[in-house]
C-alpha cells in the first residue's frame, strides 16, 4: 500500500462542535492505496495539510484549523470530516466550496469520491439571506393553503416566438396550472427576445388571472451574465413580474448570491446541469448538498425530481431531499447527517421530469401536499392540447385529495380520461 506524505487528520475520539462544519464523503481509493491514508490526505488536502512537510506552518492557528476525521466505516466506504468554521470566510459560498471540494476531487490517491451530505452549522447559515418567502410565503402569494401546487413548462423547450409562448402560457393558466416557467435554455434567443415574451406573457397572465379568479405565477428564466442578469431581474421587477427562474448550476453560486441579495422576487431554482455532479454514485457532490446549499443562499422552490418520471432519483433519496429542504431539522442515520435549520425558510419541492395526470396519487403519496408537481409534456401532449392538458392535471389533484381512484374519477372528467388513456394512468 502507498502511504501519503500528509500528517494523519483521523481522531476518531473527537466529537463534533456545534460551530463545525460536518461532512460526509464516500471514498474509493486508488489501486494501491489504503482507506484511511485517501480520507486524512482529503482532509488535509481541503485545509491545512499538503503532500511534504512544509517550514511555513504557523502551529498555532495550523492546529486551530486542522480538521478531524471522526467516523470512518471502510465496509461503505464513508468518511465524516468535521471542518472548524474558522476556516471559511462566511458569507462567500464559493470560498466555501473551494476549500471543502476543491483540490480534492483531483487527488490520484482516489479513484472516486462522493460528497454525500453537509452539517451547517448555525454561524455559517446566519451569514446567509435563505429564502424570501419559503412555502408559507408562496401559498400566500398564490393563496393556495393546502393543496399541491400544480405547474408546467412551455414546451417545445426553444423554438416558439414570443407570441407563440405566451398563448401557451395562457392556456396552461387557463386550464389550472398556477405556474408557468421556462426551460432551462431558453434565454433571450433570436426567435424568442427575453423583454418581448415576458411582456406578452405577463399580459397572458394577468388576463388568465381575471377569467379564473385565481392567482397564477409567471416564472422567467433570468439566466445570463451576472450583470445582464440583474438587468433582467429588474426589467421583470418593473413590468409587473412575480416571480424569477434561474439555473443555479450553470450560473454559479456567487450569481445566486447575487441575485439572492438583488431582488425581491420569489427564486425558482433550476437544476440543470445537476448531473454532471451527482449521477455517479461513487463520485461528484449529491443532490442532497446541492439543496442544502441552495436552501442556505436562498432559493423559494428547487426542482429535486419525482422518483417516478425520466430522471434518476430513487424515492429514499428524493424523499430525504425533501424532508432536508422542507423541514426544520432532519436527524442523523447511518446514511446521513443531521441538520438543524433554525430560522431558515423552507424551500418546495419541485417534483418534474416526465410527469403526467396518471403518476399524481403517488407522488403526493410520497411527497405529501407540500409540494410543486410539474408536468411538461404532460400538460401540452394531451390529445386536447394544453387546456384540457392543465384540466387533467388539476383533476388527478382534486382525485387524490379526495382519496377518489383516478380511474373512478374520469368517469366523469373528460380530461383527466383522455390523459389516462394515452399514458396508461
Known amino acids: 500500500m502507498k502511504k501519503s506524505g500528509y500528517k494523519s487528520f483521523i481522531d476518531l475520539k473527537y466529537k463534533p462542535k456545534k460551530t463545525d462544519v460536518v461532512c460526509q464523503f464516500k471514498v474509493t481509493p486508488a489501486k494501491n492505496y489504503d482507506f484511511k491514508d485517501?480520507?486524512?490526505?482529503?482532509?488535509?488536502?481541503?485545509?491545512?495539510?499538503?503532500?511534504?512537510?512544509?517550514?511555513?506552518?504557523?502551529?498555532?492557528?495550523?492546529?486551530?484549523l486542522a480538521p478531524k476525521v471522526f467516523y470512518l466505516n471502510k465496509k461503505n466506504k464513508r468518511c465524516r470530516i468535521a471542518y472548524p468554521i474558522e476556516l471559511f470566510e462566511l458569507g462567500n459560498l464559493p470560498e466555501i466550496m473551494s476549500s471543502i471540494g476543491g483540490n480534492i476531487y483531483g487527488m490520484k490517491s482516489a479513484k472516486g469520491l462522493l460528497w454525500e451530505d453537509v452539517t451547517l452549522p448555525k454561524k455559517m447559515l446566519k451569514s446567509f439571506k435563505g429564502p424570501r418567502f419559503g412555502i408559507k410565503g408562496i401559498r400566500k402569494r398564490l393563496k393556495i393553503k393546502k393543496r399541491p401546487l400544480v405547474g408546467t413548462i412551455v414546451k417545445p423547450k426553444v423554438g416558439l416566438t414570443e407570441k407563440e409562448h405566451a398563448k401557451v402560457a395562457y392556456e396552461s393558466w387557463l386550464g389550472g396550472c398556477d405556474i408557468v416557467k421556462d426551460d432551462e435554455n431558453l434565454t433571450s434567443q433570436n426567435f424568442n427576445k427575453f423583454k418581448k415574451r415576458f411582456l406578452l406573457t405577463i399580459k397572458a397572465m394577468k388576463k388568465a388571472e381575471k377569467q379564473t379568479g385565481e392567482k397564477k405565477a409567471y416564472l422567467i428564466n433570468c439566466t445570463a451574465e451576472t450583470k445582464e442578469m440583474l438587468n433582467r431581474i429588474k426589467f421583470v421587477e418593473d413590468n409587473?413580474?412575480?416571480?424569477i427562474m434561474l439555473d443555479i448550476i450553470t450560473l454559479g453560486w456567487a450569481a445566486l448570491q447575487t441575485a439572492r441579495n438583488f431582488t425581491k422576487l420569489p427564486i425558482h431554482a433550476h437544476r440543470a446541469g445537476h448531473a454532471m455532479f451527482d449521477r455517479n454514485p461513487e463520485h461528484g457532490m449529491s443532490m442532497e448538498v446541492i439543496a442544502q446549499l441552495a436552501r442556505m443562499v436562498g432559493v423559494d422552490t428547487l426542482h429535486i425530481g419525482a422518483a417516478y418520471g425520466k430522471m434518476t432519483g430513487k424515492k429514499d433519496e428524493v424523499l430525504h431531499i425533501e424532508t432536508e429542504i422542507e423541514s426544520q431539522f432532519t436527524k442523523q442515520t447511518e446514511k446521513n447527517l443531521s441538520q438543524e435549520w433554525y430560522n431558515v425558510k423552507p424551500v418546495f419541492g419541485v417534483a418534474s421530469g416526465g410527469v403526467y395526470p396518471g403518476m399524481i396519487p403517488a407522488i403526493?403519496?410520497?411527497m405529501?401536499?407540500?409540494?410543486?408537481?410539474?408536468?411538461?409534456?404532460?400538460?401540452?401532449?394531451?390529445?386536447?392540447?394544453?387546456?384540457?392538458?392543465?384540466?387533467?392535471?388539476?383533476?388527478?389533484?382534486?382525485?387524490?385529495?379526495?382519496?377518489?381512484?383516478?380511474?373512478?374519477?374520469?368517469?366523469?372528467?373528460?380530461?383527466?380520461?383522455?390523459?389516462?388513456?394515452?399514458?396508461?394512468?
Open 38 to 64: 485517501v480520507v486524512s490526505m482529503v482532509a488535509g488536502e481541503s485545509s491545512v495539510g499538503t503532500w511534504t512537510d512544509v517550514k511555513t506552518m504557523n502551529p498555532k492557528i495550523g492546529h486551530k
Open 364 to 366: 403526493i403519496k410520497l
Open 368 to 425: 405529501g401536499n407540500d409540494v410543486v408537481i410539474q408536468a411538461g409534456g404532460g400538460v401540452h401532449g394531451h390529445p386536447q392540447g394544453s387546456i384540457a392538458g392543465a384540466k387533467a392535471m388539476r383533476q388527478a389533484v382534486d382525485a387524490s385529495l379526495k382519496k377518489i381512484p383516478l380511474q373512478k374519477y374520469a368517469q366523469t372528467h373528460e380530461e383527466l380520461k383522455q390523459a389516462l388513456e394515452k399514458w396508461r394512468g
Open 240 to 243: 409587473g413580474g412575480n416571480y
